[in-house]
């Protein structure tokens, strides 16, 4: 079983619909989750992180956390097609001190005008 | 305000041949990381660096060596380069002072190995 999973996807939404990025782990002691996006060819960028089970809401995105069923979501409203990339679901284990994160292979979203 | 630099941002190897990777941080972070991205592979982890003096390995270290050269910068070398090396490689850069911090990533080098 893979530390992190997501599905690969691709993803396609339509314009404006509400796009939905799903994320399980493995490991129970992890504390920290961490959605990054990643442009076709460039780096991945920080979108939100959360460690308190529940919603975050930052704007267009809405990261929810689930600790007991060990889910992480990203929630996107009013998709645009700038929002088309792929999504990093990244896990963090609890020592403090020690920064190592867990990537999925990550979610193809693709936003459809 | 650069962040995290990579140098360089392509590069093409025959098989056999060496070379370093660089990455400077700006952000006076301590911990950094060098990860291979790979289609359907998601990242993984080289080798990280928690603090100035100390390096160790990540999920795939065979083949790699590393040095962090000073609080700035952490290199990755390729003593031998085989194809099976041909990738992505991103450095990240991340603070330490309290939990939750993220990642910061360079552009990335691609890395190719004929």
């Known amino acids: 079983q893979k530390e992190v999973e997501q599905n690969s996807g691709p993803l396609s939404v339509p314009e404006g619909a509400i796009a939905s990025l799903n994320c399980t782990y493995s490991d129970r002691g992890s504390q920290s989750f961490f959605w990054y996006r990643q442009y076709s060819g460039k780096s991945p960028e920080l979108i939100m992180f959360i460690y308190s089970n529940g919603d975050k809401e930052d704007g267009r995105f809405t990261a929810q956390l689930n600790k007991a069923s060990q889910y992480v979501s990203l929630l996107i409203r009013d998709s645009q097609p700038s929002d088309s990339a792929t999504y990093l679901c990244?896990?963090?284990?609890?020592?403090?001190?020690?920064?190592?994160?867990?990537f999925g292979t990550g979610t193809r979203l693709t936003i459809i005008p | 305000n650069a962040g995290v630099t990579q140098t360089p941002k392509f590069q093409v190897l025959k098989t056999g041949q060496s070379m370093t990777l660089q990455c400077a941080q700006d952000m006076n972070h301590n911990s950094m990381y060098w990860y291979r991205q790979d289609p359907g592979m998601g990242l993984r982890l080289i080798y990280y660096s928690a603090s100035e003096g100390t390096t160790d390995k990540g999920e795939v270290p065979n083949g790699y060596n590393v040095s962090r050269l000073n609080k700035r910068e952490f290199s990755l070398r390729l003593e031998s380069a085989a194809p099976s090396q041909t990738s992505v490689y991103f450095c990240?850069?991340?603070?330490?002072?309290?939990?939750?911090?993220?990642?910061?990533f360079g552009d990335g080098t691609r890395l190719s190995i004929l």
């Open positions: 990240a850069s991340s603070a330490v002072e309290w939990d939750n911090q993220p990642q910061h």
């Open positions: 990244a896990v963090r284990l609890s020592n403090f001190g020690n920064e190592k994160l867990t």
